[in-house]
């Protein structure tokens, strides 16, 4: 067991202890409710998705895991959490109750994203990896051990918490020496959930490269949402910034400021 609230050995920053608040904070309030709209919005476009068995990598609280069992595929949902784990469970049990899939369109793997290539080896067709390698002491080696887990001609969908995103919104809240000094990352300690390892565009781009993977497209996540003076006031208002979020979220230069980089790359196929 890792303790609750700290960084274990690998400098990795799981969530035991703080599934509630993570529900709380980031699914129950709009920033939450607009990621995963954006999700639902981008995912079909990015991705060629045709039913391939998935592995979801850190699937957390269990919504993206959901979201591929709704629509038709077999999914193995790793994370290493035992207290998200639960509540993963408790709420796709829910969803069979009501019909949104079978309860055999869902695998368990309680493991580190370190562990995959022996609990979960693939290769797969398609890995999703969404908000996970920003909590991790080494994303590179990270991404390089998805990339193994791919298989020729296989996609990943990766979606990572953006450096340059969280200094420009450091500024205008007025933090601007933390800005100006580059003190942007969490520390991994009590309940903050700021990330430890956010990362800019340049650096997911270099990592995958070296690794043998392509980027096919990228996108932005709440571009716009996160540096609004005041949150919208009613469902019209609402409804203009998700137009405004899925307008201009790959359109350059907006995308490069969203708080999340959600990206797909492919392994290409060996030669013959």
Known sequence: MHPSYELTEAGDRYFDGLAEKFSRSLYQAPRGELRLAMLDYLLPQMLNLNAQPVLDVGGGLGQLSAWLAERGHAVTMAEPSQDMLVHAQAWHGQRVSEGAFNADALHYVVAPLQALPVQAPGPWPLITCHAVLEWLGDPAQALATLASLLAPGGQLSLMV???????????????LSKALGDQLAGKGRRQRLTPISPMTHAQVLGWADSCGLEMVDVAGIRIFQDYLRQTPASADDQATLMALERQYCRQEPHWRLGRYLLYTFTKPEADA
């Open 161 to 175: 918490f953006n450096r340059d995103a969280l200094r420009f919104s450091n500024v205008v809240k007025g933090n």
